[in-house]
């Protein structure tokens, strides 16, 4: 035995405990940081959404996709929500922990088939920039035509280009707000009337 060879031997042992070592601190890690937990929460959350038929999926989970979500969970509607913010999917969990969510870009054609898109009876379009709204009303027009599609509008001439595009309804926050606003101020008996016959 040369020296050299000691010295090899050495350094292939001290490498190969190390490495030991530092796999077994990393799954240690994994099962005690909650790692492992975390990993079977999503594969349980992915099999939820594969047996998802005949839902609703709401791209964007800002404050009016807050709200579409808050009221079909009371109508007892099954839905998905897609959104890839981590304060608006925490904000939602936090509220609604049972919810279904795919955490991504709803412009994505990928993530809309991961959310069940050719499974789903309709689709609504929340996400805050017109142009991403539009993005997503054409690519479920085309990849699942008999959908219902409901989609949010910045203003009358995006309303116009969606509806084009082939969505069903358009809502435009702002102008339903700001009638809101008017209504209650000229007639407040009306609005109440019909807040009560609308569950409101």
């Not at 996400?127 to 054409?138: K, Q, R, S, Y």
């Amino acid at each position: 035995y040369s020296l050299l060879a000691t010295a090899t031997t050495l350094v292939v042992c001290f490498a190969g405990v190390a490495m030991i070592i530092y796999a077994v601190g990393a799954i240690t890690a994994f099962f005690v940081g909650g790692g492992f937990l975390e990993v079977r929460a999503q594969m349980r959350l992915q099999k939820a959404v594969g047996r998802l038929r005949d839902h609703v999926i709401v791209c964007g989970a800002g404050s009016l996709g807050f709200h579409a979500v808050e009221r079909f969970l009371a109508e007892g509607t099954p839905l998905l929500v897609v959104d890839n913010g981590d304060a608006h999917l925490d904000h939602l969990r936090g509220r609604f922990p049972r919810v279904l969510y795919v955490r991504g870009d709803g412009t994505d054609l990928d993530v809309l088939r991961a959310a069940g898109l050719e499974r789903a009876r309709g689709v609504v379009a929340c996400l805050p920039v017109d142009n991403d709204n539009l993005v997503v009303v054409v690519t479920t027009r085309q990849e699942n035509p008999g959908a219902r599609i409901l989609a949010r509008a910045s203003d009358p001439e995006a309303a116009a280009r969606l509806g084009r595009a082939g969505a069903h309804g358009v809502v435009a926050p702002g102008l339903v707000g700001g009638m809101r606003v008017a209504s209650e101020a000229i007639r407040p008996t009306v609005v109440r009337f019909i807040d009560l016959a609308f569950g409101h």
